[in-house]
């Protein structure tokens, strides 16, 4: 039959079901072929933290948000339009997010006695019109699959396990979406496994066409690609962002890179990733533990490599004692904290920012280290190549805040010309630097004041390392009072000359007549930026500005704060910038701060920016 077609300029779709539904797959699918298509999007994984929680209960709920539009976007969307539900625990455990008028897909076969009772649903909420403010499709996308396939030589079990491709089918319908992505994925998948790969090949077919005949669904939707910069593009993640950028920071460098690491959600992705490169000189070792992993990277920057470390809040605890050592014989080392929701072992797969005062000072004495934190997925490839620049300049360790949301969130990436990005060459000390033909380890150089960097066997450059005091300019141990002054302010001060060397803070302030500044860091840019929007389409009046570089903070912060007679800051902790700000610049700032697991909405930032505005009149 000839079905219309719908024109809409932006779509929040959510799948939800079991752990073992496959929706993350699902969800991921969709995206790439969203992301080929040519629309701009955000995407927002939410999984449990355990490997296999009991099928059909509400821990065990696995979903995967996507936005994508036909012009720039910066969230995932606040509440979704469409959710499809693959069982009752994936329906109750996102219902309360569900807008008047959103379409609900229900995977029918799922709603049992059984499966009702184990999350607590007294009657079946698809007949008891509880449900009566949304659109409801009911499909028994289970039967229906294993029905496709009933002519395959596969087990039951096995068709039943094809309903998310039958479900990816339908909803590739519903918008339009390119199928060849999918249709190449499965092939290379499954390529050891024909029949498999024909079964879930069917059941994609099956769902495209249930879409195409069913009287069900009278409307298919199209969402046109968005007008974006001209180049390549590709869709990706915060932590295969942060992963590429690694390696582009060690091509440019010049320097072999060794990731040390320990295996911790959410940054896993990023050890997985370097371990594929070994083409490009990427050595990665899997450590017992993450004192050794740190251990290890510090050892190698020490050899003349790139190091690394990569870890999570509850690693970084553990990685303090040799941070300290990093900054005491000044050797650089990019850390890469994916803060997760604490304190100990918090909620592992949720999303977090509250890590920025144990980066600040979670050593023992003065340790100062650069801050860097990015801003969105992509934004992760550039800030690893500004941390690896930082690190090997200024031959410090360098520590970068990513989060959860950014790590497993993707938007597309506009892939950099090769040629645009800096020049990092690094250049060893062959030759004594002392006056009298001796090596000085610790003779600085008058602009950065970086130490020589001399690998270890260079003939004439022997010095000595470890964790006490070190004597200016011959690195012996001292424990002289004014030599140990000397160099604690001598290390704080290379780091605050790095503010002469990040890019003063830029502030969006369109009219230039805002009274509002909203200022914020690492992941709550795309919140914060959609909330402005929304303020600014109403006609309210405000500036919006976002740290990239949290120690030093920019030159001109300070500047900036003064300028505006309120500054609001939305944190994902309990106001962990907004205490430095107060602390170092004396603005009395207004914290918004929750602490959910989750990322800010953009409705609910834009109702407290107004809220500011108002008060502030």
Not at 255 to 276: C, N, Q, R, V, W
Not at 320 to 335: D, K, Q, R, S, Y
Not at 454 to 464: I, M, N, Y
Request: proline share 7%; aromatic share 8%; with cysteine.
């Amino acid at each position: 039959m000839t079905k219309q077609v719908e024109q809409l300029d932006r779509v929040i779709i959510r799948f939800a079901g079991d752990s073992g539904d496959g929706m993350q797959l699902t969800g991921d699918r969709f995206t790439q072929e969203t992301a080929s298509f040519g629309n701009d999007l955000s995407t927002l994984p939410n999984f449990p933290a355990e490997i296999r929680a009991p099928a059909g209960t509400l821990p065990g709920v696995s979903s995967f948000q996507l936005h994508f539009a036909d012009h720039d976007i910066m969230t995932p969307g606040d509440a979704p339009n469409v959710l499809v539900a693959m069982n009752p625990a994936a329906l109750k455990a996102n219902l309360e997010d569900l807008p008047h008028g959103a379409t609900i897909i229900v995977n029918t076969d799922e709603f049992t006695k059984r499966n009702l009772a184990k999350v607590g649903y007294g009657s079946d909420p698809l007949g008891d019109g509880s449900l009566s403010e949304f659109k409801v499709s009911p499909v028994p996308l289970t039967s229906m699959t294993v029905k496709a396939l009933e002519d395959f030589d596969i087990s039951k079990k096995d068709a039943q396990r094809a309903k998310n491709m039958f479900a990816l089918g339908l909803l590739s319908w519903m918008y339009n979406r390119p199928t060849e992505g999918t249709h190449g994925f499965l092939k290379s998948k499954f390529a050891g496994k024909p029949e498999i790969l024909a079964a879930n090949l069917a059941a994609f077919q099956a769902g495209w066409n249930f879409g195409e005949t069913t009287e069900d669904f009278a409307v298919s939707y199209e969402v046109k690609p968005a007008s974006l910069p001209s180049g390549t593009y590709r869709n990706i993640t915060g932590n295969l962002a942060i992963s590429y950028g690694l390696i582009a920071g060690s091509r440019l460098s010049g320097l072999p890179l060794f990731l040390g690491s320990y295996p911790i959600t959410p940054a896993s992705d990023i050890l997985h990733e370097l371990s594929k490169h070994k083409h490009f000189g990427i050595r990665t070792f899997q450590a017992e533990d993450e004192i050794a992993g740190v251990g290890a990277a510090l050892g190698a920057a020490f050899g003349g490599s790139l190091g690394v470390t990569t870890t999570s809040g509850p690693g970084m605890v553990l990685k303090g004692e040799t941070l300290g050592l990093a900054v005491m014989t000044e050797l650089p080392l990019v850390v890469v904290d994916v803060q997760r929701a604490g304190p100990s072992t918090g909620m592992p797969t949720k999303t977090e920012q509250a890590d920025l005062l144990l980066a600040m000072f979670g050593r023992n004495g003065e340790s100062p280290i650069p801050v860097l934190a990015p801003q969105s997925p992509s934004d992760c490839f550039d800030i690893a190549i500004e941390a690896t620049r930082i690190a090997t300049k200024y031959r410090t360790p360098v520590i970068v805040l990513s989060d959860g949301y950014l790590a497993n969130g993707s938007e597309p990436w506009r892939i950099p010309d090769t040629s645009t990005l800096p020049d990092l060459s690094v250049t060893f000390t062959t030759e004594p630097n002392g006056d009298d033909g001796a090596f000085l380890p610790y003779r600085r150089d008058p602009e950065t004041l970086a130490r020589p960097w001399a690998v270890p066997g260079t003939p004439g450059l022997e010095h000595r390392i470890g964790g006490i005091e070190k004597s200016d300019g011959t690195g012996n141990i001292s424990y002289s009072p004014a030599n140990h002054d000397l160099m604690v302010n001598s290390r704080q001060a290379k780091v605050d000359g790095i503010a002469q060397d990040i890019p003063e803070l830029e502030v969006d302030d369109p009219t230039g007549d805002a009274r509002v500044l909203v200022l914020g860091w690492g992941g709550t840019y795309g919140s914060i930026g959609a909330a402005v929007r929304r303020v600014r389409r109403a006609g309210g009046a405000v500036a919006q500005a976002h740290l990239r570089h949290l120690n030093p903070f920019p030159a001109n912060l300070g500047e900036v704060l003064r300028s505006y007679d309120r500054v609001l800051v939305p944190e994902i902790n309990l106001g962990q910038l907004a205490l430095l700000l107060r602390g170092r610049f004396l603005v009395d700032v207004i914290g918004y701060t929750k602490v959910r697991g989750l990322p800010f909405k953009a409705e609910e930032l834009a109702g407290v920016v107004q809220e500011v505005i108002d008060r502030a009149e």
